[in-house]
């Protein structure tokens, strides 16, 4: 069974940079896994921030970024804002199945 | 604009069917997939399956297989996500969310809360 991980928790300061990644236990992350990213708030849905790998959908802002880094998806916050303060998953395709990270809770301290 | 409308929050005992409902609007609703999302009470989101709307090709996670069912609707473009005999363990929100031919997955339902307790 896939499983992938993320980093349970990061903080960063405001203003700051910040990088997410996403590892498969199936090996290196590719193109061909489509990785997404998802940002949740308490309380409310998850949103879309990055589609198949680095494509950002309208409502997304400039300072969301995302790539493929050291063989994992990874997303990068750049200019960090206080209501960055969230939960991330990513979303990774495998094997005709699509499995969740298991989210990084992002701290703006 | 598109949108897709999750059916409300539903109470049940255990053993009882339940169905609910994900209403799409603002867009072809037979050329996406509709996924499935999974999201128990202060943990993670566990990704369910996904179905065509076209023509209701159903994909099931390895852990829900036999658990649930999908189906669609296409009359009304609405997604269904379907449980024949509920557990306490079916307690989560779930969340509809809409993903393209091209892997990419963009629009979510507000999520339906679904409680199973005797």
């Known amino acids: 069974q896939t499983v992938v991980t993320q980093e349970p928790s990061l903080t960063v300061s405001p203003g700051g940079t910040v990088t997410l990644t996403c590892a498969c236990s199936?090996?290196?992350?590719?193109?061909?896994?489509?990785p997404n990213w998802f940002q949740q708030k308490p309380g409310q849905a998850p949103r879309t921030l990055i589609y198949?790998?680095?494509n950002r959908p309208s409502w997304t802002p400039a300072r969301f970024s995302g790539s493929l880094l050291g063989g994992k998806a990874a997303l990068t916050l750049s200019g960090v804002q206080p209501e960055d303060e969230a939960e991330y998953y990513c979303?990774?395709?495998?094997?005709?199945?699509?499995?969740f990270g298991g989210g990084t809770k992002l701290t703006v301290l | 604009e598109v949108q897709l409308v999750q059916s409300g929050a539903e109470v049940k005992k255990p053993g009882e069917s339940l169905k609910i409902s994900c209403k799409a609007s603002?867009?072809?609703?037979?050329?996406?997939?509709i996924g499935w999302v999974r999201q128990v009470p202060g943990k993670g989101l566990e990704w369910m399956g996904i179905?065509?709307?076209?023509?209701?090709?159903?994909r099931y996670s390895p852990s829900f297989q036999g658990q649930v069912t999908f189906s669609a609707d296409r009359s009304i473009s609405t997604a269904y996500l379907q449980w024949n005999s509920l557990k306490t363990s079916d307690t989560a929100m779930y969340f509809c969310?809409?993903?393209?031919?091209?892997?990419?997955?963009?629009?979510w339902g507000q999520g339906t809360l679904v409680t199973v307790s005797s």
């Open positions: 969310a809409r993903r393209d031919a091209y892997y990419n997955v963009d629009y």
């Open positions: 603002g867009y072809t609703f037979t050329t996406y997939w």
């Open positions: 179905i065509y709307a076209g023509d209701s090709d159903a």
């Open positions: 199936t090996g290196t992350v590719t193109n061909g896994y489509y």
């Open positions: 198949s790998v680095s």
């Open positions: 979303l990774l395709f495998h094997g005709g199945a699509w499995v």
